[in-house]
């Protein structure tokens, strides 16, 4: 760089004075601001530090033009709108671990530093530190040959003031995430070392822990259980240890089959330069590296970043944007496991979306990808040409943050079903509707009587049950979610017309019903004068479902029913509309490790698809995924695609399908028709 980085530190405790101190002794960067809720702590700060600006408020911060990267240490609940807001602002980000209280914060935090191409990185110093380095080294050089077990603990006691921020569940106290994370980062990078990788995720994790009279855990332990990837072998257990009222040994621990490796300080190395010693025994001989450094720890923190810049993430050991996302999901299991959930996290809690403003749907003209709708007679509401699924989410955190971002970017529909995960999805889709006050704007699409509750009674008994858990009086579409052709079809046609007549659903439809059964559903309706089928949500997908993903599924890819959604322009929402993944790299001859991707979609023809889909995404410069949702939605009768996304990045891909334009020709090539 040709001059220095010029950071600005949001907030102004002890730990931005720590930074403040490392920064001044770095190679890349100067500090020319600082903010803070106080101005006299600001000012306080800024002439302890020789700070040029001291701003009263963190708006003003983020909006000083001098300032091109942010420290942000605040308290944990507090980093993800900063984030978001710096990243908003242009700032490069530096945000204090950890990211945020779980997963989801983390997952928002880093999809708005990607969609406004800043950097960003958590700030784990002892990923930065050469000592990270040497260790990995010697790891990867098998010195210890293959690793099986490590220990690590990060533990301390403190005070019991229930108001301060180790103890203070609304300020995301706790050891887990205060000092339990370096655990579980150091445990799921040596563990990829191991295995020649960055990090690998644990495939299980067991948590015990005691949470105290303020609801945060004062000490746990948890056991991550690490298997080898594809290809290679062994199993590697690591036994994590925490606590904020507990002193420990605070060391790491790695044994192999050839021998151990101790780090005794590997958290906080050499704050002001100095040596550090890494403790090997290999083959019975025992040798102290010796790993000096003049630099301060926190300048080679701030100095990683500078470099970094370019690319918007860190290269590891240092923490990338998946690293953070990995380490606080195993977070959140270690916190599942023993019970703890913050009051931030609880449906409800919070009124607006981690940004801090209130929930709108953004500017047409902010967006890159602006949605796409169709209207459905009976359904006086825009109805997204994506449909964002319900079924995947456990706990409210995450599906808040996934439903904001759908919100806002311009989703309209959610489907869920009576069946999926015990009816939490329901709940917790139920939840964020009232919380966020949007019925009126939203499209709620239900499901219920699934084998072996296929019949009038149960499906009335779910309907009344799901509209409990949804919260509301009325679904906008309502789908049989099977059939059974046990029970005559006039019979389902009289009761779904008893709740439309209600008020308790718009239109309906059926899941996974044959297009004869429809038919017939539809000519008994006629001829009684009542309501008929308006919908039919089947598998339809560019790839042909080779085998059902679960039992009972039914495609809609075969002529005869193809040919009636066109004559009738019947509405048809297609499920597993990408092929679950499989036009995505994780699809492929040689790839079998996915044995339901395998099962349900390999076979020739689908890879003759795929490699259509890719050569045409190459000359209309889109994603794969694109070509394949695209496809589904440029069919001649009302298309919709449910989209089932894990994470926002997931979301934001799987937009800019509705832009894709096809033409008739290069649908049926598509397919292999032309």
């Keep these: 760089m040709s001059e220095r980085l010029a950071w600005g530190i949001l907030g102004a405790g002890n730990i931005a004075k720590a930074f403040a101190t490392g920064l001044s002794k770095s190679r890349t960067g100067r500090l020319v601001a600082v903010g803070s809720r106080s101005m006299d702590k600001a000012r306080q700060f800024a002439q302890e530090f020789g700070v040029e600006r001291a701003h009263g408020s963190y708006e003003d911060l983020l909006a000083d033009p001098k300032v091109q990267a942010v420290y942000i240490c ?3 609940p507090m980093h993800p709108q900063w984030a978001i807001r710096a990243a908003e602002a242009g700032k490069h980000i530096l945000c204090e671990k950890p990211v945020g209280l779980n997963h989801a914060q983390a997952m928002a935090m880093i999809e708005a530093a990607r ?6 990185m958590e700030a784990f110093m002892y990923r930065c530190h050469p000592q990270t380095a040497r260790l990995l080294e010697i790891l990867r050089a098998g010195t210890i040959g293959q690793v099986q077990m490590i220990q690590a603990t990060f533990s301390f006691r403190a005070g019991d003031n229930p108001e301060s921020r180790l103890m203070n569940n609304k300020l995301g106290g706790g050891g887990i995430l205060d000092v339990g994370c370096y655990c579980t980062s150091m445990s799921r990078l040596v563990a990829g070392a191991a295995w020649g990788l960055p990090f690998v995720e644990p495939a299980q994790v067991v948590g015990l822990g005691h949470v105290g009279k303020t609801n945060v855990d004062e000490y746990a332990a948890a056991i991550l259980k690490f298997q080898a990837p594809p290809g290679q072998s062994g199993e590697i257990v690591a036994q994590v240890a925490t606590g904020v009222r507990l002193n420990q040994d605070n060391s790491v621990r790695i044994y192999g089959t050839d021998g151990s490796i101790v780090v005794p300080n590997p958290w906080i190395p050499a704050r002001e330069g100095g040596s550090v010693k890494i403790i090997v025994n290999a083959k019975g001989q025992t040798q102290e590296i010796e790993v000096k450094s003049d630099e301060y720890l926190y300048g080679i923190e701030a100095d990683t970043v500078a470099k970094s810049l370019p690319a918007r993430q860190a290269s590891p050991p240092a923490m990338t944007w998946d690293d953070t996302l990995g380490n606080m999901a195993t977070l959140d299991r270690w916190r599942q496991a023993i019970g703890l959930v913050y009051d931030e996290e609880k449906p409800g809690a919070t009124p607006r979306p981690l940004h801090g403003r209130p929930l709108a749907r953004r500017p047409v003209g902010s967006l890159k990808h602006p949605m796409k709708y169709a209207r459905l007679a009976g359904v006086d509401k825009d109805i997204s040409r994506l449909i964002v699924g319900c079924d995947n989410q456990r ?7 996934l439903f904001d971002d759908w919100f806002e970017r311009g989703g309209t529909a959610f489907d869920t079903a009576y069946g999926y995960g015990d009816g939490v999805p329901e709940r917790l889709l139920g939840g964020w509707v009232k919380s966020r006050g949007v019925r009126k704007d939203v499209v709620i699409i239900g499901k219920g009587a699934h084998t072996p509750q296929c019949d009038p009674v149960n499906l009335t008994r779910q309907l009344h049950e799901s509209l409990n858990r949804l919260q509301t009086d009325h679904v906008d579409l309502y789908l049989m979610h099977r059939d059974n052709p046990e029970v005559p079809v006039g019979e389902f046609v009289d009761v779904l017309n008893e709740h439309k ?9 059926g899941s996974n019903w044959t297009i004869e059964r429809i038919a017939a559903a539809n000519e008994y309706a006629a001829r009684r004068g009542k309501a008929g089928f308006s919908i039919l949500s089947n598998n339809l997908s560019l790839a042909r479902m080779v085998d059902p993903p ?8 075969h002529p005869a029913t193809l040919a009636y959604l066109e004559k009738h322009q019947m509405a048809h929402l297609a499920w597993s509309s990408q092929a679950r993944g499989f036009f995505t790299d994780r699809s492929g001859p040689e790839k079998l490790w996915d044995e339901e ?6 076979a020739d023809d689908n890879f003759e698809r795929k490699a259509r889909a890719v050569e045409l995404a190459r000359k209309k410069g889109v994603e794969v995924i694109s070509i394949a949702a695209a496809w589904v939605l440029s069919q001649p009768f009302p298309s919709f ?13 799987s937009i800019p399908s509705v832009h894709v334009e096809l033409t008739p020709h290069e649908v049926k090539w598509l397919n292999l028709e032309a």
């Design 74 to 76: 605040t308290p944990h």
């Design 641 to 653: 695609a449910l989209i089932g996304p894990r994470l926002i990045h997931e979301t934001v891909t």
């Design 597 to 602: 991707l395998v099962r349900c979609w390999y």
């Design 501 to 509: 007549k209600a008020g308790r659903l718009s239109l309906f439809g």
């Design 115 to 120: 969609e406004h191409d800043v950097f960003f």
């Design 550 to 557: 679960w039992a009972g599924c039914i495609s809609s890819k």
């Design 395 to 401: 706990v409210y955190a995450h599906s808040q943050a």
